[in-house]
T-cell receptor, first 112, second 114 residues
Framework: NAGVTQTPKFQVLKTGQSMTLQCAQDMNHEYMSWYRQDPGMGLRLIHYSVGAGITDQGEVPNGYNVSRSTTEDFPLRLLSAAPSQTSVYFC???????????FGPGTRLLVL | DAKTTQPPSMDCAEGRAANLPCNHS???????VYWYRQIHSQGPQYIIH???NNETNEMASLIITEDRKSSTLILPHATLRDTAVYYC???????????????FGTGTSLTVIP
């Protein structure tokens, strides 16, 4: 199993540009989530999904959209990037019956 | 909110036991305590979790006090590769009341010294 994969590893955007951060898992996990990590602030939940077709907001959802058309994929979309969205983004997944989350390697995003 | 409190940093000599404390005084009775670590800038890695009994696996031991208000993660023989940020985690309700999330906090930065 590849586990949780994320692409790209690093991205530079200009303010106002849009992009999609990709996340995929091959463990057939129902639950997937997106976190952002900023210096001195730990990880904060952006959006999560409990299964295909079901998504919900986390702690810091503004400026981000998600969709879950398949069990495997959970992309995170930035419609109009802002410098405040400069961060490291982590995707995670877990089985519904377990709270042990598996994290991807992260995507570093710089918005100029 | 059932949040956690951890010291921001700790040092440990290589080969010695590293004891990382965590306070979670408002944890609910059915909530687990989880520990993750993050090495450099990689994704967080699961270490161990427990409810009220002490737990041990190949990576670490978890000691939870009887009142469950605090716990200690023990790395029995710390190596240089254990240098990382260690997060003690509990679930907290989302502000939207639509579910729960893991509250990571800022963790403890452990430095293992040769």
């Amino acid at each position: 199993n590849a586990g949780v994969t994320q692409t790209p590893k690093f991205q530079v955007l200009k303010t106002g540009q849009s992009m999609t951060l990709q996340c995929a898992q091959d463990m057939n996990h129902e639950y997937m989530s997106w976190y952002r990590q900023d210096p001195g602030m730990g990880l904060r939940l952006i959006h999560y999904s409990v299964g295909a077709g079901i998504t919900d907001q986390g702690e810091v959802p503004n400026g981000y959209n998600v969709s879950r058309s398949t069990t495997e994929d959970f992309p995170l979309r930035l419609l109009s990037a802002a410098p405040s969205q400069t961060s490291v983004y982590f995707c995670a997944s877990r089985e519904t019956a377990s709270e042990t989350q598996y994290f991807g390697p992260g995507t570093r995003l710089l918005v100029l | 909110d059932a949040k956690t409190t951890q010291p921001p940093s700790m040092d440990c000599a290589e080969g010695r036991a590293a004891n990382l404390p965590c306070n979670h005084s408002t944890i609910s009775g059915n909530e687990y305590v989880y520990w993750y670590r993050q090495i450099h800038s990689q994704g967080p890695q699961y270490i161990i979790h427990g409810l009220k009994n002490n737990e041990t696996n190949e990576m670490a031991s978890l000691i939870i006090t009887e009142d469950r208000k605090s716990s200690t993660l023990i790395l029995p023989h710390a190596t240089l590769r254990d240098t990382a940020v260690y997060y003690c985690i509990v679930r907290v309700p989302l502000r939207s009341n639509t579910g729960n999330q893991f509250y990571f906090g800022t963790g403890t930065s452990l430095t293992v010294i040769p």
